[in-house]
């Protein structure tokens, strides 16, 4: 009987949850384990260093609960942590783990949302300093121009649930007004945190009708089927009872009061604070 092998899900805090339910909606039959390091989030505005060893510590976690497989559910980890650890921690400390990001998957399709071959990609300050989706779409799609805009008051607003309210209007267009002000060309735009496909109704508002705006739980459920069909040697060791366990550094109460929002269902199984 193999010992249980659930695929870790992490987050910053609850952002990746909107990830999570795509990947549990696309692939039920596997055990989860999700973390959110909600004690320390946001992470963007964090120095490197600070979120690549917050994050070695939230996948160390993960591992130690039996996952061989960690997707890194928020940009601003896979954008500052996810190549340090990939590079260094896991060949020298975990040679059969694997950690995997939510920047490439995104990057490997985006070319397929444009018409113009303008993108504007809106995230944290930590994800749009880091460049890494100038970087990586470049890799697939050259001739692409990706025009970022930082958005820093987005996150806040959402985790005290008040993103949807009117005093989140201001925000919400000084940030797409600033994205558009750098081409008129761009229509496609990456919502590239996970926690900004809660703020699409007032986008939607926000930009042009035919503006495509891409949230990226899909296409990362779907880079994780394809992952794990061209690795067989990873998806046999996974364990496949359909469980998921929550887990927070946070409030456990307020993350399961939150959690819904992002997740779409109540938690079941409850939360644990760690």
Known sequence: ???????????????????????????PAYDYIYLGDNAR???????????????????EWLFSKGC????????????????????????SKYPDKRVLGVIRPTAEVIGNFTLTNNVGVMGTRGTVNSESYLLEIKKFFPEIEVHQQACPMWVPLIENNEHLQAGADFFVQEYCNALTAQSAAIDCVLLACTHYPLLLPKLKAVFPTETRILTQGEIV???LANYLERHPEIESGLSRTGEKAFFTSGDPKAFDEHASIFFGEALKSGVAHI
Do not use: W
């Open 68 to 91: 061989s497989l960690v997707i890194l559910a928020c940009n601003t980890a896979s954008a500052k942590a996810l190549r340090t650890i990939q590079q260094k921690d896991l060949p």
């Open 41 to 59: 989030s946001p992470y963007g505005d964090h120095a490197f260093e600070t979120i690549y060893q917050y994050t070695l510590e939230c996948v």
């Open 221 to 223: 459920a779907n880079s």
């Open 1 to 27: 009987m193999q010992n249980p092998s659930p695929i870790g899900i992490f987050d910053s805090g609850y952002g990746g949850l909107t990830v999570f339910r795509s990947i549990a909606g696309q692939l």
